[in-house]
């Protein structure tokens, strides 16, 4: 069975451009998270969608950010404009919840690395 | 809240030795899920282990065991006989079981970078 795939696997860009990441959740699951990974703040939840609705966008830095999930197979996160800052690690995740067979296990995909410069 | 703490930052082994990574957390649920990840060289984020707050029962898959004890709020991970191929960061991290926004959402701690000399 496929993972989540995510695209693209690495990303340079300049500051002030737009970057979008995108990804294929696991066929079936109804739960996708994008985490963002760097050194200083370790792996953070940026939002969480439930059967394509985002339930949790708490984490999400600022309006530079979005994310949209426009069907089940499908989500993007998009950085407009980006800034050095925003390198890091991208994951995204996702899961089949609630579901007490599996433990709400959350599967990730292989990440988007981006460099803004 | 929840929380989750690895206080080892670094370990460093040679192969063969065993090592445990440790893993403490913090939260008032009473149904909750504790996991261990394995991000190797790589980058990618490998699940390894899940265990729920009901089951208390030590698990062995081959090289790896995991040991939960509630009364400590620990959910160590001990790598025996290791090997140059387990050098990785690994997380530990916890879910919680409610259905309100944090439904599924996992709270990882900083990570253990694993380091295994030949």
């Known amino acids: 069975d496929a993972g989540v795939i995510q695209s693209p696997r690495h990303e340079v860009t300049e500051m002030g451009q737009e970057v979008t990441l995108r990804c294929k959740p696991i066929s079936g699951h109804n739960s996708l998270f994008w985490y963002r990974q760097t050194m200083m703040r370790g792996l953070e939840l940026l939002i969480y969608f439930n059967n394509n609705v985002p339930i949790d966008d708490s984490g999400m830095p600022e309006d530079r950010f979005s994310a949209k999930m426009p069907n089940a197979s499908f989500s993007t996160l998009k950085i407009q404009p980006s800034e050095p800052r925003d390198s890091a690690v991208y994951f995204c995740a996702s899961s089949l919840l609630p579901d007490p067979g599996s433990g709400n296990t959350i599967y990730f995909g292989e990440g988007s690395w981006l460099t803004v410069v | 809240a929840q929380k989750v703490t690895q206080a080892q930052t670094e370990i460093s082994v040679v192969e063969k030795e065993d090592v445990t990574l440790d893993c403490v957390y913090e939260?008032?649920?009473?149904?909750?899920?504790l996991f261990w990840y394995k991000q190797p060289p790589s980058g990618e984020l490998v699940f390894l282990i899940r265990r729920n707050s009901f089951d208390e029962q030590n698990e062995i898959s081959g090289r790896y065991s995991w040991n939960f004890q509630k009364s400590t709020s620990s959910f160590n991970f001990t790598i025996t006989a290791s090997q140059v191929v387990d050098s990785a960061v690994y997380f530990c991290?916890?879910?919680?079981?409610?259905?309100?926004?944090?439904?599924?959402?996992?709270?990882f701690g900083r990570g253990t970078q694993l380091t295994v000399w030949p």
């Open positions: 991290a916890l879910s919680i079981n409610d259905r309100g926004s944090t439904l599924g959402r996992l709270y």
């Open positions: 939260t008032r649920d009473t149904t909750y899920y």
